[in-house]
């Protein structure tokens, strides 16, 4: 059975910084894509960051890009997002999720396997 599994999650002051992990239990855990997700309370959840399965292409949403950073350890099974420069707005629930077919950036509906989630909390 496919898993991923989210840690690094706590809380924090704003401007500074926690790294997420997301440890995945595919079976061919290179050849997806990847992606990162979150949602705060009483909104739907959005787009933060993918990376291609190489690692070699990566998409942010606009409020993430020059803070946050995603990456992959192919031969840890694991992706990262670390997150610099924090605000009280980045507080939310933050997913990972996996495509199997290596194509999903943006699209939640893309994503074909999904972690059960970290909380961040960003204090001001």
């Known amino acids: 059975q496919e898993q991923l599994v989210e840690s690094g999650g706590g809380l924090v002051q704003a401007g500074g910084s926690l790294r997420l992990s997301c440890a995945g239990s595919l079976r061919i855990f290179s050849r997806y894509n990847m992606g990162w997700f979150r949602q705060a309370p009483g909104k739907e959840r959005e787009f933060v960051a993918a990376i291609s399965s190489s690692g070699g292409n990566t998409y942010y949403a606009d409020s993430a890009k020059g803070r946050f950073t995603i990456s992959r350890d192919n031969a840890k099974n694991t992706v990262y997002l670390q997150m610099n420069s924090l605000k009280p707005e980045d507080t939310a629930v933050y997913y990972c999720?996996?495509?199997?077919?290596?194509?999903?950036?943006?699209?939640?509906?893309?994503?074909?396997?999904w972690g059960q989630g970290t909380q961040v909390t960003v204090s001001s």
């Open positions: 999720a996996a495509d199997l077919a290596g194509q999903a950036i943006r699209g939640q509906h893309e994503y074909d396997y």
